[in-house]
T-cell receptor
């Protein structure tokens, strides 16, 4: 089974609107971390936001927020007030366990295009 | 604070040739990772170092790929001989530790084309 599933290959949004990028995950480990990264055409993976499995509150970082629904095993990224510079690939990733040396497993990504 | 540095940014070689990539992690980061990202896919971990020791190389094709991290800082990843299917972006990342909560920070990557 896929550990991380991103079902939206591409998303379109108009500038200044909000957009939600979907991510579902599969794990039986009670301790895990969920990460979102942005990859512009330049290729670098830019860390956006982190959510721990034991965190009570949904994570927020500026215009980015994570809609964490533990029972549904989903960790959707919400980008508010989209900007042209948000056009990029977005990857959801998970790291299981807290004992150290655990792999970060990535989804296949969603390409976001922001139009003027 | 300087980020993760990688070189070269681009490399084109012919199959059966050898190639090497270099990575300098963020200062103070004990854990270093090499990922392979094939076009249209998410990154896949090749090897993970904790200081200068390997802690996971289960997905490294050891017949042709090798990596080292001497002195626990810089790292090199080598492919010898290269195959067509090695065409990908090779990303280096580092983190302060290796717990599930430790964020990995990535370099700009090296785009390898094998002809």
């Amino acid at each position: 089974a896929q550990k991380i599933t991103q079902t939206q290959p591409g998303m379109f949004v108009q500038e200044k609107e909000a957009v939600t990028l979907d991510c579902t995950y599969d794990t039986s480990d009670p301790s895990y971390g969920l990460f979102w990264y942005k990859q512009p055409s330049s290729g670098e993976m830019i860390f956006l936001i982190y959510q721990g499995s034991y965190d009570q509150q949904n994570a927020t970082e500026g215009r980015y927020s994570l809609n964490f629904q533990k029972a549904r095993k989903s960790a959707n990224l919400v980008i508010s007030a989209s900007q042209l510079g948000d056009s990029a690939m977005y990857f959801c990733a998970m790291r299981e366990g807290d004992g150290g040396f655990q792999k970060l497993v990535f989804g296949t990504g969603t390409r976001l295009l922001v139009s003027p | 604070e300087a980020g993760v540095a990688q070189s070269p940014r681009y490399k084109i070689i012919e199959k059966r040739q050898s190639v090497a990539f270099w990575c300098n992690p963020i200062s103070g980061h004990a854990t270093l990772y090499w990922y392979q990202q094939i076009l249209g896919q998410g990154p896949k971990l090749l090897i993970q170092f904790q200081n200068n020791g390997v802690v996971d190389d289960s997905q490294l094709p050891k017949d042709r790929f090798s990596a080292e991290r001497l002195k626990g800082v810089d790292s090199t990843l080598k492919i010898q001989p290269a195959k067509l299917e090695d065409s990908a972006v090779y990303l280096c990342a580092s983190s302060f530790g290796s717990k599930g909560t430790d964020t990995q920070y990535f370099g700009p990557g090296t785009r390898l084309t094998v002809l």
